[in-house]
């Protein structure tokens, strides 16, 4: 699964624009994060309360699951921070341009 990550100021609002201009349906509810789906597209709604809103690594991101996060961040040789939230574990890493990447691990 690929995702894209789009921090909000208010989850609601930004739901109802989705969902009710756009034709996108919600996929998941994790309270402070919303997942919506349309078509191929799965995007993030994180409101000020997700673990990602709390992060040095604030930004719109891609989200790529991965079955295991501490083998995938074991290819990069860094520290990356390991968060925990309701929905699973992630870390940061950064593209060679510059771009935020998201490794999500889902219980």
């Known amino acids: 699964m690929t995702a894209v990550r789009y921090l909000v100021d208010e ?3 930004a739901l109802a ?5 756009l ?3 919600v996929r998941e509810d994790w309270g402070a994060v919303v997942v919506v789906q349309r078509d191929d597209l799965e995007l993030w709604l994180s409101g000020p309360q ?3 809103a709390k992060y040095p690594m604030q930004g719109n991101r891609v ?3 991965v079955p295991d996060l501490d083998e995938a961040l074991a290819g990069f040789g860094s520290s990356a921070e390991i968060v925990k939230s309701p929905a699973g574990r992630w870390a940061g ?5 510059g771009n935020l990447v998201e490794l999500f691990e889902q219980p």
């Open 23 to 25: 034709g996108f349906s």
């Open 11 to 13: 989850v609601d609002i």
């Open 63 to 65: 989200v790529l699951d």
């Open 50 to 52: 997700s673990s990602a």
């Open 17 to 21: 624009f989705y969902v009710d201009r």
């Open 93 to 97: 890493v950064v593209d060679p341009a």
